[in-house]
């Protein structure tokens, strides 16, 4: 995690910076076009991960609804439900261009110049999700049986988010979505 913060920072591996300069001296995006696709494509597969994964398989979607505790993401620390709310708030900084003390442009710029009402539901989406995954009684290992609708509820907002951003906002950035559900990950 420190390794993976440190490369995005502007004092260890200048990421961030990278996708800054995308188009004009990124070493990484010769055109902004692919940051814009590689950060689209990330947000994807991390929200197809949280819903496939974190959430859908714990609940027992693939299982005929039979729930599955010991599929839970951090089943021994019990910390599923914050790593959930933590990941979902990182695709909310990237989104909004937000990270703590630091502002900057993120995805919602150019979404918000081009569709208004696909901004719009995209952050209402965001909003969504978080406070779905906070409603769920800790730990999720132990929710996924007692209070299984209110993990169904954050999944099904997860996976409205997914379409969102996998189908609304990729057209409206032109985006080609290169991971999807039947790619065999």
Do not use: C
């Not at 630091?102 to 209402?124: C, M």
């Not at 978080?130 to 009684?137: D, G, L, T």
């Amino acid at each position: 995690a420190g390794a993976l913060a440190d490369a995005w920072s502007p004092d260890g591996g200048g990421f961030v910076d990278q996708v800054a300069t995308a188009g004009e001296g990124s070493d990484v995006f010769p055109r902004a076009q692919d940051a814009i696709n590689r950060l689209v494509n990330s947000m994807v597969a991390l929200l197809q991960g949280l819903t496939d994964m974190r959430l859908g398989a714990p609940l027992g979607t693939k299982t005929g609804g039979v729930p599955q505790p010991d599929q839970v993401e951090s089943r021994f620390s019990d910390g599923s439900a914050a790593d959930l709310v933590a990941a979902v708030r990182g695709l909310e900084a990237i989104y909004l261009g937000r990270h703590a003390d630091h502002e900057g442009r993120g995805l919602t710029t150019l979404v918000a110049a081009r569709r208004g009402d696909t901004d719009k539901a995209i952050r209402a989406a965001l909003t969504d999700v978080i406070a779905k995954v906070e409603a769920i009684p800790a730990p999720l290992r132990q929710a996924v049986e007692s209070d299984p609708a209110s993990v169904q509820a954050a999944l099904d907002s997860g996976k409205a988010l997914r379409r969102l951003i996998a189908v609304d906002m990729a057209n409206v950035l032109g985006v080609s979505v290169t991971i999807n559900d039947n790619d065999g990950d």
